[in-house]
């Protein structure tokens, strides 16, 4: 059975989340994570999935402040094994829901080009065009909560 949970920043399952993070997500692009991220880290909302029969968180992601109104949705990633689970979009859901909870009224991402129809399907909207960063190529997504 799979179970939702906040990740405190520092903690052993932060640190769990980062490795997640880097192997899903940037060890495929030859990117490296820097630990210089980890200070901006600080003040996100951390949210992972467990496999809850052996503890094992199996997927993440995190909620970025931008203001009084709007977090950012950002570095959902799903263990491979798992994905196409709908583990994604319950975390999604999860995180939706918690933001909307402490008074946020919109989420904003950055998709990578390949996630665009998942967040379509979540609810997101594409807004704006298409650009780069880092490299890689992404569409700003944004969902009134």
């Known amino acids: 059975m799979k179970k939702m949970i906040d990740i405190d920043f520092g ?10 993070r880097y ?3 940037l060890e495929p692009l030859g990117l490296k994570f820097l630990d210089a991220h980890r200070a901006k880290e600080m003040n ?15 997927g993440g992601l995190m909620l970025a402040p931008i203001d009084n109104e709007t977090v950012r949705l950002m ?8 994905q196409r689970e709908g583990i994604g979009r319950a975390m999604v859901q999860y995180a939706e829901a918690q ?14 080009l390949t996630a665009v129809n998942f ?10 065009d298409i650009f780069e960063e880092q490299g890689l ?6 969902k009134e909560l």
Do not use: N, P
């Open 44 to 58: 996100y909302l951390h949210i992972g999935c467990i496999e809850s029969l052996d503890d094992k968180l199996i």
């Open 137 to 142: 190529t992404f569409a700003r997504m944004v």
């Open 99 to 112: 933001a909307k909870e402490v008074g946020y009224s919109t989420m904003v991402m950055h998709a990578r």
């Open 119 to 128: 967040y379509e399907k979540c609810g997101f909207h594409q807004e704006g």
């Open 23 to 25: 192997k899903i997500l």
């Open 75 to 82: 570095e959902v990633c799903v263990e491979t094994k798992y």
């Open 11 to 20: 903690s052993t399952r932060y640190d769990e989340l980062v490795e997640l």
